[in-house]
């Protein structure tokens, strides 16, 4: 009977973590926005660190249940480049208040998954806190401390490697980092114009060397302080998510100059989409979750629920 159920949810599931993948994929191209904050939100930043901290004993484990999310990755990257470039510059306003919205509805994922070893104290408290203020004056001033890269291969090598960032640091937007050193749109167009050796190669190469050489020390920072990390990933997507809809340093941050009453009611109508939307993400997160774990279990030739 348990193993019909799972059967009966795999391709559901494979489903979902490609739509898991396509979702994670906005956080490099989003401007404010962190892969690794997507990551987490969607339930699967733990299991990524882990599985390239540990690649060689976790590959046959974690490398099939990755493939849909890489396919969801490389899919979101081709399909969504072109139509948020023109998002970006047509509806800037309601966008960015669209996904502002949605992240909003996702931290209730997150905030449970923050207790999930321990019990909350003051010190992720203040770990929460300290975080959001913090985090959100750095984010703020470092536009007027960085220059700008050529868009050549070594480029999109840093580029690279700033995407791993963002996935190993969720509440860092790689995008918004881009946008400073005058990456961000060369990569868009990369991405839209399916540049594999001269945008796809460089970024991955540069993502999996920055996420193999760092992983092993989020995972040991997520085994000795669970809710501290949490925590503070909390506070990040707190001030990023304002940073989001904050006029910045940055010469493409969000700008409210000419934009029509239409767009200001449809950024409030949409923030509200994307709330809503957020809050159903992480319903179903919880939802899957469990069964997910199941369908682990077996496919590794665990008894479910002996965890």
Known sequence: MQHARIGRVTCVDWFIRVVKGMVIALGFILPGVSGGVLAAIMGI???LVRFMANIRSRFTQDFPFF???????????VLLSRPLEWALSNW???????????????LPSLWRESTQHSQRDPVDWAWLIGTAILGGALFYVLPM???????N??????????IALGVLVPGLSPSNLLLILGLFTPMLQGFSDRNVLGVFLPIAVGAIVVMLSLAKIMERLLDSAHSRVYHFIIGLVISST??????????ESISYAGASTAQLAAAGGLAVVGLALGLWMSHLEGKYKVVSDE???????????SR
Do not use: K, M
């Open 45 to 47: 930043y733990e299991r």
């Open 67 to 77: 493939i849909p999310v890489g396919i969801g990755g490389v899919l979101g990257l």
């Open 92 to 106: 800037q306003v309601p966008v960015l208040w669209f996904f502002a919205g949605a992240i909003i509805g996702t």
């Open 145 to 151: 401390a960085t220059g700008s890269v050529p868009a």
């Open 153 to 162: 291969f070594a480029g999109f090598l840093l580029a690279g490697g700033l």
């Open 242 to 251: 304002i940073l989001i809809v904050i006029p910045t340093h940055s010469e």
């Open 295 to 305: 369908i682990d279990e077996v496919e590794s030739g665990a008894t479910p629920g």
